[in-house]
């Protein structure tokens, strides 16, 4: 693990492989910490002859926290945006794909297989549609483009993604964390319960920044719809998504794959929102796949 100086923040970033292998960087989605990329996942793309960088996004995990900004005011938020103007946000989505070069920037690395999950797939996106010199490929999992039009989250998917407990109290938060990871998770491959609990547990432990996700959470609706952006990409693209999501709809994913051209959708029955360890061989041969496009 070590701290790396990107766009002005401190980030928190682990390097795994030889240095000169094809580096493939992966970015995680809201109020997630680099932990929730499953080791077992990053062996398997080590094993495929790949560099693997993994980091903390802002205010998240170890790197910078944007405590100063306070909780952002969502209803506020969207009113500025029915009423076409500029929200009160601590940072912007394209901040964070900004954030994402400049660990490439750090690690001295000119371009990389560019792979993201969830709120990670909008960033990975953005990254590809701003940066396609730096961009070899773009791997979008489990995500969206912002579309208003295409189906929303399940309720109860919802409420566990936003109704994570603000207290300190670690059984909570592990309680929680776990029926939360539950909820939307993939039926057709449940996580064992001894591991989901030690995860929860470690990222807790960790860092615990529940205003740092209200404030991913406000950079990702103040982002609006990005199908305009994804016309421009270029790279080669796979789009990854579970037919189970009750988070991000596979509609998303359809989406997504329907906005940059000549992408690859590759629908995975029985996956939810989360990265089984059973699904690790495929996710990391489908990476290698577009990879050597």
């Not at 926290?65 to 009113?79: E, N, R, T, V, W």
């Not at 029915?82 to 946000?89: E, L, Q, S, V, Y």
């Not at 039926?187 to 205003?211: G, Q, W």
């Not at 996700?213 to 579970?242: C, Y």
């Amino acid at each position: 693990m070590t701290k790396v100086n990107a766009n002005g923040i401190s980030i928190e970033v682990e390097s795994y492989g030889a240095l000169d292998a094809p580096t493939v960087l992966l970015i995680m989605g809201l109020g997630a910490q680099l932990t929730l990329w499953p080791i077992e996942l990053v062996d398997a793309l080590v094993a495929r002859g790949f560099r693997v960088v993994r980091f903390d996004n802002r205010d998240i995990g170890l790197s910078t926290k944007f405590d100063s900004a306070g909780i952002p005011d969502m209803p506020s938020l969207m009113m500025a945006l029915m009423g076409g103007k500029a929200p009160d946000i601590a940072y912007t989505l394209t901040d964070m794909a900004n954030d994402a070069v400049a660990v490439l920037d750090a690690l001295g690395i000119a371009q990389a297989h560019i792979v993201g999950a969830s709120m990670g797939g909008m960033i990975a996106q953005l990254v590809a549609a701003n940066h396609p010199t730096r961009t070899r490929t773009l791997t979008s999992i489990m995500s969206t483009t912002g579309n208003r039009e295409l189906p929303p989250a399940k309720p109860d998917a919802m409420a566990a993604l936003t109704g994570r407990p603000t207290t300190a109290d670690v059984d909570a938060i592990v309680a929680f964390g776990v029926a939360a990871a539950r909820i939307v998770g993939s039926p057709a491959y449940p996580a064992e319960e001894s591991r989901l609990t030690a995860r929860v547990r470690a990222d807790f432990e960790r860092s615990f920044s529940p205003a740092g996700f209200a404030r991913q959470m406000a950079a990702i609706v103040a982002d609006g719809d990005r199908r305009d952006r994804n016309a421009s990409i270029t790279a080669p693209t796979l789009v990854i998504h579970g037919d189970a999501d009750p988070l991000v709809p596979v509609e998303g994913g359809h989406d997504t794959a329907a906005s940059i051209k000549d992408a690859e959708l590759m629908i995975i029955p029985g996956m939810g929102h989360d990265l089984p360890v059973q699904l690790v061989d495929q996710i990391a041969d489908a990476i290698a796949k577009v990879a050597a496009r």
